[in-house]
C-alpha cells in the first residue's frame, strides 16, 4: 500500500491523539519492544485517559494490513498512516465538518465568547448546563481548533483570557521581612485551606487604578474551594478602607454568618493588610471573626486563585483606568459575571453553584452579598 512522504507534527487539528502518543498506542497494540501488548479499547481508554469510542476510531484510522514472514497477512495499527491520515484529512477541514450550516450553533458560540467573554469550555459547559442551541454537539478541542484556525469569523484567540499565551511557571518563595507578617506565614496556615478541602478559606488583594488618577481602588476577595468572588470598591488603598469595608460585609450578613463564611484570609505583604487585629477582630463583638495569613513577599503563586480572578476583572476594567470612574453598579455587575461563569476545575458548574453545594441556597439570595449603590 502507497503513502505519500510524511512529515511528522507534533499534533494535529482535528484530533485527540498527538505523534508521540500514536506511537505509543502502536507499541502498545502489536506489544513491540518492552510495551505489554493491550488490545482492549476499554483497557488502551484507561492508560491513555480517554473515551473508549475516541480509542475505537483512532485504531479504525490506523489500522493497515501487514505481511508476516509466513506471507500471511494481519490488521495492526501503524502510527505513522494514522498520522499521516489525520493531518491530510485535518488540512480539508472547515466549520462545516460539525458545524455545517448550524448557524444558531455558531451565533451561540460566538455570542458567548465575543460579548459575554467565556472560554470553550465555558461555552461547551454552559450549553450542558442549560441546554444546546441545536442538535449539533461539539467538544472543548474541537472549539479550539477551529478558533485557532480561523473557522468562526471573527472569533480569534485574541477574544481568549490568555489570549493563546502561555501562563509562567512558579518561583521559590521570599522570607518575610516583617516580623508580625512572619507569624501569620501562610506556612502555619491550616493544610484543610492549601489542599482546598474545606471551605471558608479566601485569598485577598486590592486592585489599583492608574497612577493619577483617584484613590479609588477595589478589594477583591476569592474562595479557594468554589472560586466564589466577592468584589467591592474602597475610597482609597489604605488599611482604614480595607478594614472599613470588611466591617461593613460583616454587619450587612451578621457576625454568625461572616464567621461561618470566613473562616481565613490570605493576602499579600501590602500595607493595607498591616492592620492585623482590626482584620481579624469584629465589629459587633470583641471576638475574632477570621484568622489571617500573608503570603511570601513576591510570590503572587501563593495566592494564585486571586490572581487568576483580578486578571479576570482587568477584562472589564483595563490596566490604566481610573476605577474611581467605575460605580458600584458596574463592579457589581462583573463580580456576577465571575459567579456565574462555568469553570473548568469545577467541571462545569459556577462559582454560585458550588457555593450553593457548601453552604445552601440561602446565602445566594439577592441582597445577601450586594454593594452598597
Request: with cysteine.
Amino acid at each position: 500500500m502507497g503513502r505519500g512522504k510524511l512529515t511528522i507534527e507534533n499534533t494535529c487539528r482535528y484530533t485527540h491523539f498527538t505523534w508521540e502518543q500514536r506511537l505509543q498506542l502502536q507499541y502498545h497494540y502489536t506489544g513491540a519492544g518492552k510495551y505489554k501488548k493491550i488490545t482492549s479499547p476499554t483497557v488502551l481508554g484507561k492508560l491513555f485517559g480517554k473515551h473508549e469510542s475516541t480509542i475505537r476510531r483512532e485504531l479504525k484510522r490506523g489500522m493497515v494490513e501487514h505481511e508476516k514472514t509466513d506471507l500471511s497477512t494481519v490488521m495492526e495499527y501503524n502510527a505513522e498512516y494514522a498520522q499521516s491520515d489525520a493531518q491530510q484529512k485535518g488540512s480539508a477541514k472547515g466549520p462545516e465538518v460539525k458545524l455545517g450550516y448550524d448557524w444558531p450553533l455558531v451565533e451561540a458560540v460566538r455570542h458567548l465568547i465575543k460579548d459575554k467573554g467565556y472560554a470553550p469550555f465555558a461555552v461547551i459547559a454552559e450549553f450542558n448546563n442549560k441546554g444546546w442551541p441545536s442538535a449539533t454537539r461539539i467538544c472543548e478541542k474541537t472549539l479550539y481548533n477551529y478558533i485557532q484556525a480561523g473557522y468562526l469569523g471573527d472569533v480569534t484567540e485574541k477574544d481568549l483570557l490568555y489570549q493563546g499565551k502561555r501562563r509562567k511557571s512558579k518561583g521559590e518563595p521570599n522570607r518575610h521581612s516583617r516580623a508580625s507578617a512572619a507569624a501569620k506565614s501562610i506556612s502555619n496556615r491550616p493544610h484543610a485551606a492549601d489542599d482546598r478541602s474545606e471551605f471558608g478559606h479566601w485569598e485577598a488583594d486590592t486592585v489599583v487604578g492608574a497612577k493619577g488618577s483617584s484613590s479609588t481602588c477595589l478589594m477583591t476577595l476569592t474562595e479557594r474551594k468554589t472560586r466564589f468572588e466577592i468584589t467591592r470598591r474602597i475610597g482609597s488603598r489604605s488599611t482604614e478602607a480595607l478594614k472599613n469595608e470588611l466591617d461593613v460585609l460583616e454587619r450587612q450578613i451578621g457576625a454568625t454568618l461572616f464567621k461561618q463564611l470566613f473562616r481565613s484570609v490570605t493576602a499579600d505583604n501590602g500595607g493595607e493588610f498591616s492592620d492585623i487585629e482590626g482584620i481579624e477582630y469584629s465589629a459587633l463583638s470583641s471576638k475574632q471573626r477570621l484568622t489571617l495569613y500573608f503570603a511570601h513577599p513576591y510570590s503572587s503563586f501563593e495566592r494564585g486563585t486571586n490572581e487568576n480572578q483580578n486578571g479576570i476583572i482587568r477584562r472589564f476594567i483595563p490596566k490604566g483606568s481610573d476605577i474611581g470612574e467605575y460605580t458600584k453598579k458596574t463592579v457589581r455587575s462583573v463580580q456576577d459575571w465571575m459567579n456565574s461563569y462555568p469553570r473548568k476545575i469545577l467541571r462545569g458548574m459556577t462559582p454560585r453553584m458550588a457555593l450553593q453545594a457548601e453552604l445552601g441556597s440561602e446565602l445566594c439570595l439577592p441582597g445577601i452579598l450586594e454593594v452598597r449603590r
